[in-house]
């Protein structure tokens, strides 16, 4: 409903600088506060996801999940954008047209290697080499919500639910009054909050994850960083374990270099 009365409040202004009309009516927005999504993957989740996805989807979606880039960003990538150890994202695949990049190393070092034994694809009797870093038979990953939602459903991460009925049903088309239902589940966008979420308790400091998430602003960044209660439970134990040592201040815990921002 925002969005369509943000379309509806801009339309106004754009009459009035037309000379259209000579006032607007002040049009008021429901509050957000609260309605920001909070799905997040743990490490179990996701490997549980991606033993249920297609082949293809597998290392697109395992990309993400590290680096905690867009869809459309990912899809971008070609293997000219790899220089050395840097995967470099362009600009203009970027949704605030900055480019960024990543080191290639870890589990994103080992992705990339499987993807080059993976660029050639059969088309037309003939084997060719797909421009693409991920694809289906050379063309860049499309659209996959229908295969995201199955796999999701597949793998307990997400469920249909009849809004008529008011139950979770197991299929799309509710079988008690044969209405399509809407998906309630985890999303690929999830995956950013899961990557900014993991750096940070990794220990990455916040400048560096958002150059890596691609996030521009402190306060997106901070709605990103989800804490749940095993973040909760986990300070508890901490403070704790501050007191039952007499206070005395605990050493903080060596951190993994995983990624890194290029200079």
């Not at 379309?7 to 509050?31: C, D, M, N, T």
């Not at 220990?203 to 958002?210: K, T």
Request: charged share 30%.
């Amino acid at each position: 409903m925002n969005r369509s009365t943000q379309l509806l409040a801009q339309a106004f202004k754009l009459a009035i600088e037309r000379g259209h009309l000579s006032i607007a009516p002040k049009v008021r927005h429901l509050s957000e506060k609260g309605n920001e999504r909070r799905g997040f993957f743990t490490d179990e989740d996701f490997h549980r996801l991606r033993n249920n996805l297609p082949e293809h989807l597998c290392d697109f979606c395992e990309f993400g999940y590290l680096t905690g880039w867009r869809k459309g960003e990912i899809s971008s990538l070609r293997w000219e954008d790899i220089d050395g150890e840097l995967i470099e994202l362009r600009g203009e695949y970027a949704k605030n047209s900055e480019p960024r990049s990543v080191i290639l190393s870890g589990n994103l070092e080992t992705l990339i290697a499987r993807r080059r034994s993976k660029r050639k694809y059969e088309a037309e009797g003939h084997w060719l080499l797909s421009e693409y870093l991920f694809h289906r038979n050379g063309e860049p990953i499309g659209d996959f919500r229908k295969s995201w939602v199955t796999t999701c459903v597949a793998s307990g991460l997400g469920r249909y639910h009849c809004s008529v009925c008011d139950q979770a049903v197991g299929e799309a088309i509710c079988p008690e009054c044969h209405r399509k239902c809407p998906y309630i589940g985890r999303l690929f966008h999830d995956f950013r909050r899961t990557a900014v979420r993991n750096m940070v308790r990794a220990g990455v400091p916040e400048r560096v994850a958002m150059t890596i998430s691609g996030h521009m602003t402190r306060s997106v960044f901070d709605q990103y960083n989800i804490v749940n209660e095993e973040d909760l439970r986990d300070a508890i134990k901490r403070t704790q374990a501050y007191l039952d040592e007499g206070g005395q201040k605990a050493k903080p815990a060596g951190v993994v270099r995983m990624w890194g921002a290029r200079r």
